[in-house]
């Protein structure tokens, strides 16, 4: 049986504590260093009802289009997809630094068995997908049934055991600080590789206090 440690922070605690991350000094590196850190972390992302082989293909033309070796510019990290056109962008960044990643496990509500899931999974990988992005389960979350979310990210994990998995948290529906910390460990202890906020298809996307 899964154990979650419980959330270890009182609610004015986390604000203070969000308020003196705000006022720290940004001395690890200057402004110029921190914009390419960030470039080179970014995923260019298509997740449309609309996507087409165009649009991926313009993505993946941009996300190389960044390199600058004399500015000491990187391209992003990676170009993120449905699983039908991880082929299409494997074939056009198969030779370069830029990582093919794929939604993959009923993304983005997470409302499908877990047998189907785990399928959609493996399809992606075994078109090429370098990582995975999934999402929790939050209905069965918020139901309490932390053991069912975790062995469907294990399940999932084990699908897979050879590419990077995301794991995104979708923290606008898990609404509380608590859900959002034993959301993450249930996440990390299940095999995620890096846990995210959330997908953007929903109102409340990423926040400061989740991100904390």
Do not use: H
């Not at 009923?106 to 078109?127: C, D, R």
């Not at 996440?187 to 409340?204: H, N, P, R």
Request: hydrophobic fraction near 45%.
């Amino acid at each position: 049986m899964i154990e979650i440690e419980d959330y270890p922070y009182p609610d004015m605690q986390l604000k203070q504590r969000l308020e003196g991350f705000l006022r720290m000094p940004m001395t690890i590196m200057d402004e110029q260093a921190a914009y390419r850190f960030i470039l080179n972390c970014i995923d260019l992302t298509t997740l449309e009802g609309a996507d087409n082989k165009a649009v991926v293909d313009n993505l993946c033309r941009k996300a190389v289009s960044f390199g600058n070796v004399k500015r000491q510019i990187a391209n992003t990290a990676a170009v993120c997809v449905y699983p039908p056109f991880v082929a299409q962008a494997k074939a056009i960044l198969g030779n370069t630094n830029v990582k093919v990643a794929s939604v993959a496990g009923a993304f983005p509500a997470g409302q499908s068995p877990i047998e189907i899931k785990v399928a959609e999974v493996k399809y992606a990988v075994q078109q090429g997908a370098d990582e995975i992005d999934m999402v929790i389960s939050r209905g069965k979350f918020l139901e309490g049934n932390l053991q069912e979310v975790y062995n469907e990210i294990r399940a999932i994990r084990e699908a897979c055991p050879n590419v990077k998995l995301k794991v995104i948290l979708e923290t606008g529906e898990l609404k509380t600080p608590q859900n959002i910390y034993k959301a993450s460990q249930l996440a990390i202890v299940a095999g995620a590789d890096f846990i995210k906020t959330s997908t953007w298809k929903i109102a409340i996307g990423a926040t400061l206090e989740a991100f904390l």
